[in-house]
């Protein structure tokens, strides 16, 4: 068993890499406790505060790789896997479990972080005898012959219930083999933005479509009250440009994301054409950095945008104002990889035109 779990540490600890201010803050701290008496050995408090310092600094690479943020990050640079520490005190775990004739289903993972409830289900196979080619699952070139017999939907959720609403999926998602014999991993993220949420979720999964919603085959209820390191950022006035104004809806500061969301209202009588231009100038050129940093914040691939009033789509990605006497609404929502730390001000910028934002929290 000892030497059992020496392997397993030495080999999740393999990969592990110390940045300049964690060995300085390491060996200031031996410094600290070795100077009074000189002695030729590290002190245990010393190997204490090495193990914690580490520990705080890498909790993240003791996962077994198959965990959401795991999930979050595959296929991608390693950068977007990486999370707050904060975030592993919202992940709730081993939430429900259904069996069917020859596959087993697990909510292995849950976590709402202020905007997004982000679920992982297992689906595996009771009598494979070897994991799944990973390769193939995520290609998309696999079939899962045991879950299909039983019309789970493995690689994917449609749609679920939280709270008596339905929720659509929104942004990324993923499937994945998983480490146990005939097992896939799914992770999937619905935007809660307009639901009005309280102290817990109330989940049902469509893992059969409507009939696991009617049996409640794959229910759970997760508490949601205390969101450890979740920050909403106070709203600020709306900007004006030369023929647009622009309105923060959002900024939230989660320990997995920063998320924000802009609002444009062009003015009455500006083309379609024009409307376009703004609206994809923010979605495609949007980036969010420090006051007095060129450095822009990571984006994570996901956000969207799209027309909110006055505006619709006219076939082949062409836009058409509904009443060119009166004002056109949209919006872009942007999300980026987190820091440790933020600055006093954030500013959200297309090149063109920019707002600053005050890093206040919003009163509660």
């Keep these: 068993m000892k030497n059992k779990l020496k392997e397993e540490l030495n080999a999740r600890l393999s990969g592990l890499k110390m940045g300049e201010d964690l060995k300085r803050r390491v060996f200031d701290q031996i410094r600290k406790e070795e100077e009074p008496i000189m002695k030729q050995k590290i002190s245990l408090s010393a190997i204490i505060v090495i193990a914690l310092i580490a520990v705080a600094a890498v909790a993240f690479a003791l996962t077994d790789g198959f965990g959401l943020f795991d999930l979050m990050g595959r296929g991608k640079r390693e950068e977007f896997s990486i999370v707050q520490k904060e975030a592993y005190d919202l992940v709730q775990k081993n939430l429900v479990t259904a069996r069917f004739d020859h596959v087993d289903v697990t909510v292995t993972e849950a976590v709402y972080d202020g905007k997004y409830l982000r679920v992982v289900h297992s689906t595996k196979e009771r009598d494979a005898k070897a994991p799944f080619d990973d390769a193939k699952v995520y290609s998309g070139g696999f079939s899962f012959e045991a879950a299909e017999k039983d019309g789970v939907w493995w690689n994917s959720l449609d749609w679920a219930i939280v709270n008596g609403e339905g929720v659509n999926p929104l942004g990324e998602a993923g499937v994945h083999a998983g480490k146990q014999n005939g097992e896939t991993l799914a992770w999937i993220q619905y935007d809660l933005s307009e639901l009005e949420v309280g102290d817990e979720l109330t989940v049902v999964l469509p893992i059969r479509g409507k009939e696991s919603i009617d049996n409640k085959e794959l229910s ?14 106070q ?11 622009l309105h923060l809806a959002e900024m939230l500061i989660s320990p997995i994301r920063v998320y924000a969301k802009v609002e444009m209202t062009a003015d009455a009588g500006v083309t379609a054409e024009r409307c376009d231009e703004i609206m994809w100038k923010w979605a495609m050129d949007g980036v969010l950095k420090d006051e007095g940093d060129d ?4 984006s994570s691939g996901g956000g969207s945008s ?9 076939g082949d990605f062409k836009i058409k104002i509904i009443d060119e006497t009166k004002p056109t609404r949209f919006m872009v929502e942007f999300e980026f990889l987190t820091r ?18 005050p890093n206040r929290e919003e009163m509660k």
């Design 220 to 233: 759970f209820t997760m508490s949601v009250k205390d969101l450890t390191g979740v920050r909403r950022i």
């Design 235 to 245: 709203a600020i006035p709306d900007v004006r440009f030369s023929d647009y104004s």
């Design 295 to 298: 450095k822009p914040f990571t």
């Design 306 to 314: 799209g027309y909110l009033e006055n505006g619709e789509y006219a």
């Design 340 to 357: 440790e730390s933020y600055p006093d001000t954030f500013i959200l910028t297309n090149g063109a035109d920019s707002l600053s934002i």
